[in-house]
């Protein structure tokens, strides 16, 4: 199965805001509302960011928003700050047999 | 504060095999699917392989079937991952994840696999 696609890269400066997106297919991201979205900051290890699309795990900054368009979806995070900077990766259920796809994942720059 | 503490990880010859632990803490360990997902050096997150609670659904990744067996024990709150027949392509950081029903809830800080001869 192929991996979700995201944008290589994105950038924004302190305060701005900044949308990462992850496009699929109607077989993954289009046909479930299992989508997720992780930060993975150098050396450590992945959190959960959103799930169901558009929830917000407890403790997660309402910076943090996601949705959902057809066969793609959205990270968007508001007023950016420097510790924002991290990769992001999308996750979407994909089949009963192979459950899980990732995105190629996003290096978020903050400038 | 939910704790997944990973271990077995190692350097390894192709074609030999190497089983990891993960130690699960602070939840009722029965009650959430886990997982395994791997990240090769400087590359992305590719989902391994899902056990549900009870350990009667089992599903893998096209890349590890057959080599590839999850398990856990609810008694000791552990999983498993049993890995043979190990490739090269099979170097990763493998972490230990809470979930793989709708979600990777927590994740384990990884273990360091390195296959090369």
């Known amino acids: 199965q192929s991996a979700l696609t995201q944008p290589a890269s994105v950038s924004g400066s302190p305060g701005q805001s900044i949308t990462i997106s992850c496009t699929g297919t109607s077989s993954d991201v289009g046909g479930y509302k299992d989508v997720s979205w992780y930060q993975q900051h150098p050396g450590k290890a992945p959190k959960l960011m959103i799930y169901d699309v558009s929830n917000r795990p407890s403790g997660v900054s309402n910076r943090f928003s996601g949705s959902k368009s057809g066969n793609t979806a959205s990270l968007t995070i508001s007023g950016l700050q420097a510790e924002d900077e991290a990769d992001y990766y999308c996750s979407s259920h994909i089949s009963i047999n192979t459950p899980w796809v990732f995105g190629g994942g996003t290096k978020l720059t903050v400038l | 504060q939910v704790q997944l503490v990973e271990s077995g990880g190692g350097l390894v010859k192709p074609g030999e095999s190497l089983r990891l632990s993960c130690a699960a803490s602070r939840f009722t360990f029965s009650d959430y699917y886990m997982s395994w997902i791997r990240q090769a050096p400087g590359k992305g997150l590719e989902w391994v392989s899902s056990?549900?609670?009870?350990?009667?659904?089992?599903k893998y990744a096209d890349s590890v079937k057959g080599r590839f067996t999850i398990s856990r024990d609810n008694a000791k709150s552990s999983l498993f991952l049993q890995m043979n027949s190990l490739r090269a392509e099979d170097t990763a950081v493998y972490y230990c994840?809470?979930?793989?029903?709708?979600?990777?809830?927590?994740w384990g800080q990884g273990t360091l696999v390195t296959v090369s001869s």
């Open positions: 994840a809470r979930g793989g029903f709708s979600r990777f809830e927590e």
């Open positions: 056990i549900s609670g009870s350990g009667s659904t089992i």
